[in-house]
Every structure is written in C-alpha cells, then in structure tokens.
C-alpha cells in the first residue's frame, strides 16, 4: 500500500522560511516523479515544483522555493524561502510514475499525501 505522508507545515511570518518534507513507502521511490501541488481556500489545487529526470518550478516560486530528494530516505522536501501571505495554502505531495516527465499537471500524478498546512501572516 502506498502512502505518502508530509509534515513541516506550520505558520510563520512573511520573510520566513519552512522545510516540507513528505515520507513515503510503499513504493519504488526512486522510479517516480514527486511533485508538491498547493491548494488555497476558495482556490483550485496549483503546481509548485516537481523532481523527476529533471525539476521544474512555478514561476510564483521560482527562485524563492527549493525542491530536493533523498532516494536513500524515500523522501522528497520543499525547501520554502521568503515566504509571502500568498504563499498560504494546504501543501500536497503527490508521485508519478513517469519520472522523466517532471509533469506539473495533477492528473498526471496517481498518488496523494493528506497535506499539510502553511500558514504566512503579514
């Protein structure tokens, strides 16, 4: 059974910075593309990074966000820097099994954690 699971989430003041990290098994890690999608009140679930064969960011994050991955530890992280109040959102990771195409698209993705929450105050 696969499960991914994050955590690091909490609230932190704009200018600050947070790891998430999202533990998972079940599954051949190292095989899959990880990716970390974000979903605000009101608002649709976005892309924010992914790390496959390759990584990609969204432009909102680009620069300010890190995405890593320890294949060793099955764990992919979300290195969040700078952090501003739009940036608050349920953080979700999610694994693709097609790793080369670094998708930033959630169909794409077959599994899901149960996110975890960032809150940036002003």
């Known amino acids: 059974q696969v499960q991914l699971v994050e955590s690091g989430g909490g609230l932190v003041q704009t200018g600050g910075s947070l790891r998430l990290s999202c533990a998972t098994s079940g599954m051949t890690f190292s095989y899959f593309g990880m990716g970390w999608f974000r979903q605000a009140p009101g608002k649709e679930r976005e892309f924010v990074a992914v790390?496959?064969?390759?990584?990609l960011y969204a432009g909102s994050v680009e620069g300010r966000f890190t995405i890593s991955r320890d294949n060793a530890k099955n764990t992919v992280f979300l290195h969040m820097n700078s952090l501003k109040p739009e940036d608050t959102a349920v953080y979700y990771c999610?694994?693709?099994?097609?790793?080369?195409?670094?998708?930033?698209?959630?169909?794409?993705?077959?599994?899901w954690g149960q996110g975890t929450q960032v809150t940036v105050s002003s």
């Open positions: 999610a694994a693709d099994r097609e790793a080369w195409r670094a998708s930033a698209y959630a169909r794409d993705y077959e599994y």
């Open positions: 790390i496959g064969d390759s990584t």
